[in-house]
């Protein structure tokens, strides 16, 4: 697995020195700069079993279960203030176990994001699927 430090502000100016060379009057495809940044932060996601597996881009993999105890869930989540989704997002880290969250934590706030997002959604959709693969509402 491979471990990941974050750079320090030094090392990024000193990484983009040439920033000089950019030429902020010429027109950005905003588009094409954001899905180039996505592939270079996000990580790509499979199902596994009862498990959310991701790949980052730096090739480290993790996967974290779905079937996380009640309890841990309901102590966790009563510690959220309201909306906040810095909270929300490390309240899911915290149920996803200490390891798992450390590697997650470590790829940065896009990567963590990305990750607490889809295995959000994951549980969702979890939640809304029957055992014949219907939704609720639509066996209604």
């Known amino acids: 697995m491979t471990e990941y430090t974050s750079p320090t502000t030094e090392a990024i100016l000193a990484e983009d020195a040439d920033l000089a060379i950019l030429d902020f009057d010429q027109p950005q495809d905003e588009d094409a ?3 180039a940044a996505a ?11 009862r498990s959310l597996a991701a790949q980052f ?16 869930f309901q102590d966790v989540m009563a510690g959220i203030d309201g909306g ?5 997002m490390d309240a899911l ?3 996803m176990g200490q390891r798992q969250a450390a590697v997650i934590r470590a790829k940065g706030f896009v990567a963590a994001m990305t990750f607490t997002s889809k295995f959000f959604e994951c549980w ?9 693969g219907e939704s609720k ?3 209604n």
């Open 93 to 95: 880290l915290t149920l």
């Open 33 to 35: 700069a954001l899905q």
């Open 137 to 139: 509402s639509s066996s």
């Open 57 to 72: 881009p730096d090739e480290t993999r993790v996967k974290v279960s779905f079937d996380v105890p009640y309890d841990k």
């Open 39 to 49: 592939k270079q932060l996000r990580p790509k996601f499979m199902i596994v079993e």
């Open 124 to 132: 969702q959709k979890l939640v809304g699927v029957t055992d014949m």
């Open 84 to 88: 906040d989704s810095v909270a929300q």
